[in-house]
Structure formats: C-alpha cells, structure tokens
Nanobody, 123 residues
Framework: HVQLVESGGGSVEAGGSLRLSCVVSGTWSPTRCVAWFRQTPGNERERLAGIYTSGAASDFADAVQGRFTIARDEARTTVYLQMNTLKPEDTGTYYC?????????????????WGQGTQVTVS
C-alpha cells in the first residue's frame, strides 16, 4: 500500500507563488511516476504534470505550461510542484497521485493511490 500526503496549499494573490509538497511512503516502487492533479467544482481531476524516478518530467497541461515546474528529492520520497505567476483560475484542490502501471497516465482513471488534497485559492 502507498500513502501520499500533500501540503503547501493556501491563499495567495494573483501573480504570487506557492510550492506544494507530496510525501510518498509505504510499499513503493521508486520506478513509479508521481503526478499532480487539480480539481475544480463540477470537473474531473486534470493532470498537471508527472515526474519519473529519473527526474524527467512528463508533459505539462497547457494551462500551466511555463508557470509550473515539478521536481523530486534525491531520496525520491517527496515530489514538489512549484507554482509561479498564479492566476485566479488556478484555484482548486490539488492532489498528488501514483499509478500501479508504469508511466504517467494522462487520465485520473490510471491512478490508484491518491493523497487527501490541498486547497489553493488565488484571488
């Protein structure tokens, strides 16, 4: 079993920055991808970006390309989402997730393990 715990959410003014953290623990294969998703009311969770063990990132969602970056620590236990130049439309609940298949699936249905989410509000 894998546990993921997000932190770092909060309220920020437009143009500001936040860094989200996702701590991964449990029976975890370091070859797995960890991805960040965002969900707004009435919508599916949208994958923003994923990162592989090598540190290579998947493609970013168009909405955050050029503003968000993803990284993981050397111990591969924490994955970060650095969010810059935040916009009101970035408001939502942010989740990290891990699949049981190799790769970083584009859709939420490809992920088995989820954190509890952290709220980001941009005004």
């Amino acid at each position: 079993h894998v546990q993921l715990v997000e932190s770092g959410g909060g309220s920020v003014e437009a143009g500001g920055s936040l860094r989200l953290s996702c701590v991964v623990s449990g029976t975890w294969s370091p070859t797995r991808c960890v991805a960040w998703f965002r969900q707004t009311p009435g919508n599916e969770r949208e994958r923003l970006a994923g990162i592989y063990t090598s540190g290579a990132a998947s493609d970013f969602a168009d909405a955050v390309q050029g503003r968000f970056t993803i990284a993981r620590d050397e111990a591969r236990t924490t994955v970060y989402l650095q969010m810059n130049t935040l916009k009101p439309e970035d408001t939502g609940t942010y989740y990290c997730a891990a699949p049981t298949v190799y790769g970083c699936p584009a859709h939420q249905s490809g992920y088995t393990y989820w954190g509890q989410g952290t709220q980001v509000t941009v005004s």
